[in-house]
Every structure is written in structure tokens, then in C-alpha cells.
């Protein structure tokens, strides 16, 4: 079935934005954004996507382990209480995955409230990823209400939130500990220094671009924020037109199926 004759809905969704088979781990960023590529509209993205938008995130949600944002993120779109419909549940319990995907943010700067609807309205656990140099007593407070991995030692290279720039989180080392935590298929849903962090580690394995069919104008940034200036060749993976928005899907031409690090 071509894709302009592909019917918009949760089943046909399953199917186009299936994951690798075998990956032991598998970075899948989504995003929105306008003709003119602004990523958000009075500062949020929401306002960019339609019904077909959201339903592809949930359909990436349900098939991800782990769905993966940065500080900023959190605290700008109201991240809490996530979570797959129980339709989506059931198929990942028929597919041996957990009901629901957890949720990680990625901060250095550790500036969340452990109060926040990001953990008090979690279905699962939340994992907080940071680095040895974050503030012990941030730490403590958030192991309360998450695990937290400490990935790198806060000298720079890695990833940060807004707040304190793309500091010092070790990606890579990040990715392996999920692995090893057998949650390797990462959605990452921003934001724009996160996916930058990730693109100069060379991490991102497919990204998943809803183009909204407006114009927006005004001095909203990209999806991509602080990575190196360098080629890298995607491939086109679908097409999909859903009424005037365009759900597309790339992946990287070079990726091997990887492993974690011993």
C-alpha cells in the first residue's frame, strides 16, 4: 500500500513506525514543526499538530521502552502523568513489554521539583539522568521519586537542561545503561539542545518529523539546538499525508544495529 492510499489510523500506524528488529538500543526522535520551521507557537509545540500528529506520538510511545526529554521540556509542556491507552497497554503486554513505557528527563542542573506532575502523576517509576558534578542534595531529594543514573563526570560534552546549557550528562553512556535496564528503544520528544546533544554524539538513529502546514514566523527556534555543522545522510523511511499535515519518517543510511558497551 502506497502511502498517499495509507489509511490514518492506529493499526496502520503499529505497522509504519514498527522499530528494528534486534536492536539492543534504537534512538527515535520525534517532532513537530511549521512549513517555515518554527518548533512551537508562544513557546509550546502543541499548537502545531492535529489529531493524526498526536495519534502517531502515541503510536511511538507505545512501541518505545523509555520516553526521553530534557529539563526544559518538562517544565515548558507540562510533562505528567503520561501514559498508552489501555488498547496500547494490552498490545505491548501481548508483545512482552511492561504496560506502560517509562519516562527519563536529562538534567544537570537538577532544577525539578520533586513535586512535579512529571513524578506525584507517573504510572511507572521516572528515571532522572544526570552527572557526578549535580548537587548532592538535588540528587537525594529526586531519588525519592526516581532513579537516577549518573552518567559522566561533570566536565563537559555530554547534555544539560536550558538552565544550564549542553553541560555535562555522558549520552552514550546514558544509552548503555538503559540497555542494560533492557529499556534500549528511546524516544527522545525533546527538546531542541537535547537533540543537539545527541546529533553531536552521534546517537540519533531516526527521526520522526510531523510538518505542520502553517506558516508561523516570529523567533521560534529549530528542532536542533547546538550541534556541530556537519552532513548527516538520513533516508526516507514514509510519507504519509494526514489532511494537510505531512508525518514523516527518516532513519540514518549508515546506522549499525549496536549493542551496549561491556
Request: hydrophobic letters at 45%; a negative charge; glycine letters at 12%.
Amino acid at each position: 500500500m502506497s502511502d498517499e492510499e495509507m489509511t490514518i489510523d492506529r493499526a496502520s500506524l503499529l505497522e509504519a513506525y514498527a522499530l528494528p528488529e534486534g536492536a539492543a538500543r534504537h534512538v527515535r526522535m520525534n517532532f513537530v514543526a511549521s512549513l517555515d520551521g518554527a518548533v512551537s507557537i508562544d513557546g509550546r509545540s502543541g499548537g502545531l499538530g492535529n489529531e493524526a500528529d498526536r495519534l502517531a506520538m502515541q503510536v511511538m510511545r507505545t512501541l518505545a521502552d523509555v520516553v526521553l526529554v530534557g529539563a526544559g521540556t518538562v517544565r515548558v509542556e507540562g510533562y505528567g502523568g503520561v501514559r498508552v491507552g489501555e488498547a496500547d497497554a494490552a498490545w505491548r503486554l501481548e508483545h512482552g513489554r511492561a504496560p506502560q513505557p517509562r519516562l527519563a528527563v536529562v538534567s544537570s542542573a537538577l532544577d525539578l521539583d520533586p513535586h512535579h506532575p512529571f513524578f506525584a502523576k507517573a504510572v511507572e517509576r521516572p528515571i532522572v539522568v544526570t552527572h557526578a558534578a549535580a548537587p548532592a542534595e538535588r540528587r537525594d531529594a529526586l531519588s525519592a521519586v526516581a532513579d537516577v543514573l549518573v552518567c559522566g563526570g561533570g566536565d563537559g560534552g555530554g547534555a544539560g537542561d536550558s538552565a544550564a546549557g549542553d553541560g555535562s550528562v555522558d549520552l552514550e553512556a546514558m544509552l548503555d545503561s538503559l540497555a542494560h535496564m533492557g529499556i534500549g528503544r528511546v524516544l527522545c520528544e525533546g527538546g531542541p539542545r537535547l537533540f543537539g546533544a545527541l546529533m553531536n554524539a552521534d546517537l540519533v538513529d531516526e527521526l520522526c518529523l510531523s510538518l505542520s502546514p502553517l506558516l508561523v514566523g516570529g523567533t521560534a527556534g529549530r528542532i536542533s539546538r547546538g550541534a556541530a555543522e556537519m552532513e548527516r545522510s538520513m533516508h526516507l523511511v514514509h510519507a504519509i499525508p494526514a489532511g494537510d499535515l505531512l508525518l514523516l519518517r527518516y532513519s540514518r543510511a549508515d546506522r549499525r544495529q549496536r549493542s551496549p558497551a561491556a
